[in-house]
């Protein structure tokens, strides 16, 4: 009995769905009714994919499709998409989640974006559930030309990011198109705006790091000591000191960082949806590096300012121009070596640290169909940062000395490995790590604060098509 009252509500379903596209009830769907009904579907209504659907439906070939024509497409297409369907359900549910697609395209050798499959859940999930029924699945799909799991979840994938109702669907679209002067400007000023106030929030203990830093080998300054001497040179406006120069250097360095990491994932990535370690190491200290040289000036001028007394420069563009005129244009890139080699490695093992991270912690949420809020992804990223510096901050004190030795009654050093042997000789290993702590202090709130900030304006600025799919 139960299997008859099945097959009876099916032939209802299958009557009304015809009923429906038949717009001018003459028992026939003609190539207009076709077209009305795809675009109804949300699906790309071409001319070509129009012509592809009637070809399939209409067995007489006389150009129009009867009832019994739709049924046997129907019946024919229900049984591919079911097929389909218990392929992707691995865990035998009868729901779809974004876990079942992620293991079933990989074992079907297809990748897809965390972005892309909540895309396309959230498109085929029309009760909001959080999964997908088979009954959504065949709703969704059931006019797509696909006959396998394959095309299927490419002509899916289309309709995801397909904006274009005359669009094609029989050639998925390129997933990472170029981008254009308007996303380029939004990702710069983004990166900008992110880096500026991040940096302003944590000026203090930046001059506390780089006093530390350029203290003399063999020193004694405690925390203490160097926070009570900044304060003595001008009170709080102290420890601001060449904050608007660090200002200026940090606005471009971020969004040019931001920008060629992107670029630098599509040209090395074979896949840049599932960039793999080695990858991201090269792409992230491409960009660490490209970052750095465009600046570098700029730091040059902000550790002058941070350590020279009161009063020797006017501002970041006097500072810039007694470097050149007295130590010639060489010595705006001096430690320019050591600078690159160690931003190479921080870039790379914090941007792979991080991703590492945020797979655990997206694939833990996942598993309890629940988005990681903002504060656990600033924690991937502080955590991610912290050991990217630990592995490269001797680096960074090698730079902060060489770019300070221009000054009065700084110690002169003839290269960076003189940096390394004079530390390590009057302040033993530990030496190199002088100034950690604060520098550490200084990491946290930064990289918790330009993430958020980045993070809240591309998604409002760069991505506003996207903000709005979500709003």
């Not at 865990?91 to 990989?106: E, F, N, S, V």
């Amino acid at each position: 009995m139960a299997a008859i009252q099945q097959h009876a509500d099916e032939a209802l379903r299958v009557r009304a769905t015809f009923e429906k596209f038949d717009k001018n009830n003459d028992g026939k769907l003609c190539k207009a009714e076709l077209k009305a009904a795809l675009a109804g579907a949300g699906v790309p209504a071409s001319d070509a994919a129009v012509g592809e659907l009637l070809t399939l439906m209409d067995t007489s070939k006389d150009g129009v499709v009867t009832f019994d024509e739709f049924q046997t497409f129907y019946a024919e297409r229900v049984r591919q998409l079911r097929s389909t369907f218990d392929q992707l359900d691995t865990r035998g549910k009868g729901r779809l989640t974004a876990a079942d697609l992620r293991t079933a395209l990989a074992r079907l050798k297809m990748t897809a974006s965390d972005e892309e499959i909540r895309d396309l859940l959230r498109r085929a999930d029309t009760d909001s559930s959080g999964d997908i029924s088979f009954e959504e699945f065949r709703r969704f799909l059931l006019l797509l030309p696909g006959r396998n799991p394959k095309a299927l979840f490419d002509a899916w994938r289309y309709i995801a990011v397909s904006d274009d109702a005359q669009g094609e669907y029989s050639k998925p679209p390129d997933r990472h198109p170029t981008d254009t002067g308007h996303k380029v400007f939004a990702k710069l000023w983004c990166g900008a705006v992110a880096g500026t106030v991040s940096r302003s929030i944590v000026a203090p203990v930046d001059r506390l790091k780089v006093v530390m830093q350029a203290a003399k080998p063999g020193s004694t300054l405690s925390v203490a000591n160097t926070l009570r001497q900044i304060y003595a040179e001008g009170g709080v406006r102290a420890f601001y000191m060449g904050n608007f120069t660090n200002c200026v250097k940090i606005a471009p360095e971020v969004g040019v960082k931001f920008l060629t990491f992107d670029y630098a994932k599509r040209m090395i990535a074979h896949d840049p949806d599932n960039i793999s370690i080695p990858e991201r190491l090269a792409a992230g200290g491409l960009a660490g590096a490209t970052a750095q040289f465009v600046v570098y000036p700029l730091e040059i001028a902000k550790t002058r300012l941070s350590l020279a007394p009161r009063g020797t420069y006017k501002h970041f563009v006097d500072c810039i121009n007694q470097v050149v005129r007295k130590e010639g244009v060489k010595a705006l890139f001096s430690g320019l070596g050591a600078s690159v080699i160690g931003i190479i490695p921080y870039a790379g093992v914090e941007l792979s640290v991080n991703s590492l991270l945020r797979e655990r912690v997206s694939a833990y949420y996942e598993a309890r169909d629940q988005e990681p809020g903002v504060l656990t992804l600033l924690g991937c990223g502080m955590a991610s940062s912290t050991v990217g510096m630990l592995c490269t901050y001797p680096l960074g004190l090698v730079r902060t000395r060489l770019q300070a030795r221009g000054l009065p009654d700084a110690v002169h050093y003839t290269g960076a490995l003189d940096v390394v042997r004079k530390t390590v000789s009057s302040e033993g290993l530990f030496g190199l790590y002088r100034g950690l702590l604060p520098n550490m202090l200084k990491v946290l709130p930064s990289t918790s604060v330009s993430f958020y900030v980045y993070g809240e304006l591309q998604r409002r600025f760069a991505n506003p098509e996207k903000n709005k799919a979500t709003a």
